[in-house]
């Protein structure tokens, strides 16, 4: 009986191994779909808005749990769905390139048209759900819905080397979605938050744009070093990091602990940059700066959100 009993516990064991592999299969393919990383860096700017606009007009946070809720469902539904609506239509793209060929669209673990339901399904809701805060947080999310789909994905991302100023627009709009819920955005922190991350995404994406020259050359993307080289993009990298060095200074609100580490961000930031014009690994000096500029825009948000914590 014993001796029966040890292939059923294998045999059972081996089914529930591969079921687990199938269960992890599956949430990295919807990881991978939703691209994970770049959806919860666009959801922080949310957070730290709807934070601030609370903080601002000194209300209360749990007062206002039911709004924080749909804010952050709604936004990152609708974020959601931008996102795999790209993939579903970058699929000819992602095939050719190596940094998304396990993409599920690409390996075909998830149909084409299932991609496409699923990007309009979650769009959807996520419209429906911020319509239950306020209509300018609606729109502010349909702006960056439209922008990165129609814009970015569809128009201007395989044509024309200021892609990527149309799709800074996009991710720049989030702070927008997160102040407007509390109150309208004609207020100098949202603008400001607003300028940070156009600015910010510029910088970024020409870092990936480097790393990835030659993937990006490959599927005929007219990424700023494919079209006009790496030392011209060098040079904009330097001019547009240059750029946030004030904008500390306009949130002076925030406080002197705030103005000061977000300087020292900023020179840091400013001077990983320039010391691209001394390196002739490329790749490797694009892959430092990618890393302090997503290090950097996370520790400039959660920032702000610890500074004004009720002590």
């Known amino acids: 009986m014993r001796q029966e009993a040890v292939p059923s516990l294998q045999k059972a064991r081996g089914t529930t191994l591969s079921d687990t592999q199938k269960s992890l299969s599956i949430f990295a393919d919807i990881k991978a779909l939703l691209k994970g990383p770049v959806l919860v860096a666009n959801v922080l700017p949310v957070f730290t808005a709807f934070w601030l606009a609370l903080y601002f007009t000194g209300a209360s946070f749990s007062d206002h749990l039911g709004l924080f809720f749909l804010t952050m469902i709604g936004s990152t539904l609708v974020m959601g769905g931008a996102l795999v609506i790209n993939n579903w239509y970058d699929v000819d793209i992602d095939t050719v390139m190596d940094r998304t060929k396990n993409r599920p ?39 960056g819905w439209f922008t990165y789909v129609v814009l970015y994905t569809i128009w201007s991302k395989r044509r024309y080397a200021f892609n990527t100023i149309i799709g800074s627009v996009s991710g720049a709009v989030t702070p927008l979605i997160g102040w407007a819920v509390i109150e309208s955005v004609a207020h100098t922190v949202p603008i400001v938050l607003f300028l940070i991350l156009f600015i910010f995404q510029m910088p970024h994406t020409f870092a990936i744009a480097i790393r ?8 005929n993307v007219a990424m700023l070093p494919v079209v006009r080289g790496i030392k011209v993009t060098k040079i904009q990298m330097v001019l547009y990091i240059a750029c946030l060095l004030p904008f500390p200074f306009f949130l002076s609100s925030l406080g002197t602990v705030f103005i000061v580490i977000a300087t020292l961000l900023n020179i840091g930031w400013l ?23 997503v290090n950097y825009i996370s520790l400039l948000f959660l920032l702000m959100v610890i500074v004004t914590l009720p002590l």
């Not at 990835?212 to 599927?219: G, T, V």
């Not at 320039?274 to 890393?291: C, E, H, P, Q, R």
């Open 105 to 143: 669209t690409v390996t075909g673990n998830f149909s084409l048209k299932a991609v496409l339901t699923i990007g309009i399904i979650l769009s959807i809701l996520g419209f429906i759900l911020l319509l239950f805060t306020t209509l300018e947080a609606t729109i502010y999310a349909f702006v």
């Open 212 to 219: 990835k020259y030659d993937e990006y050359k490959a599927a």
């Open 271 to 293: 001077v990983v940059s320039m010391s691209g014009f001394f390196i002739k690994d490329d790749k490797k000096w694009a892959y430092v700066n990618f890393l302090y500029s």
